[in-house]
């Protein structure tokens, strides 16, 4: 069965370090690999799209890497700051849904940056 | 650029009841894909709607329904409401198929008692 796994519901770090977050999939074959983040009560927002084709991508101080191999994505934030502290949730397209839009949830990371 | 907009914010239903949410996508968006999110199964995809055709759909039952309005706007119907339907259901609009980006609303929390 399809399943994407993020490695582990809630994560703990002290500010300035780097949070690293890994999302693993099975049974997809996605063109594509999202990142979003969410804050209670509020609906995702999206921060970064890596292609399959693409090993990494960074956006300041996020940097996503995409191994398709592997199967796995690790996402990155440097220098983290409590401002950082959300939920984040990877997606990716489900490519047996004839090519159209349809974007699949990981069940998501709570991140704490602890001051 | 406004954002998505979703009405109302939040629901209290009874049992049974039926209930119609609206989303109003960014201006130019197309695509309006739904998801319900609940604790347990985090955010679940239900339908996605393209040019008023529905061109997919998620393993819900056919209690959930939806349809896209020439305008783009988005209403999804819940009908013989049950206390599992319990849930922030999240609308998201995007450009286009494939690899645009989803821009949520802040949901519709549905309470049913």
């Known amino acids: 069965s399809q399943k994407i796994e993020q490695n582990s519901e809630a994560l703990n770090i002290q500010e300035g370090k780097t949070a690293t977050l890994t999302c693993n999939y099975t049974?997809?074959?996605?063109?594509?690999l999202q990142w979003y983040r969410q804050d209670p009560g509020r609906g995702p927002v999206f921060l970064l799209l890596?292609?399959?084709?693409?090993k990494e991508k960074r956006k300041e101080r996020l940097k996503v890497t995409f191994d398709t191999t592997l199967k796995q994505s690790l996402f990155h934030i440097t220098a983290s700051q409590p401002a950082d502290s959300a939920t984040y949730l990877c997606?990716?397209?489900?490519?047996?849904?004839?090519?159209?839009?349809?974007?699949?949830f990981g069940t998501g990371t709570k991140l704490q940056v602890i001051p | 650029k406004a954002g998505v907009t979703q009405t109302p914010r939040y629901l209290i239903k009874t049992r049974g009841q039926q209930v119609t949410l609206s989303c109003s996508p960014i201006?130019?968006?197309?695509?309006v894909s739904w998801y319900q999110q609940t604790p347990g199964q985090g955010l679940q995809f239900l339908f996605e709607?393209?040019?008023?055709?529905?061109?997919n759909k998620g393993n819900f039952p056919g209690r959930f329904s939806g349809r896209q309005f020439s305008n783009s706007r988005s209403e999804m119907n819940v009908s013989t409401l049950e206390l599992g339907d319990s849930a922030l259901y999240l609308c998201?609009?995007?450009?286009?198929?494939?690899?645009?980006?989803?821009?949520f609303g802040n949901g519709t929390r549905l309470t049913v008692t």
């Open positions: 998201a609009s995007s450009v286009d198929r494939g690899n645009s980006p989803l821009h």
């Open positions: 049974n997809y074959s996605p063109a594509y």
């Open positions: 890596i292609r399959e084709n693409e």
């Open positions: 997606a990716l397209d489900d490519m047996n849904s004839g090519g159209y839009q349809k974007v699949t």
């Open positions: 201006s130019g968006h197309r695509s």
């Open positions: 709607y393209f040019s008023e055709t529905q061109r």
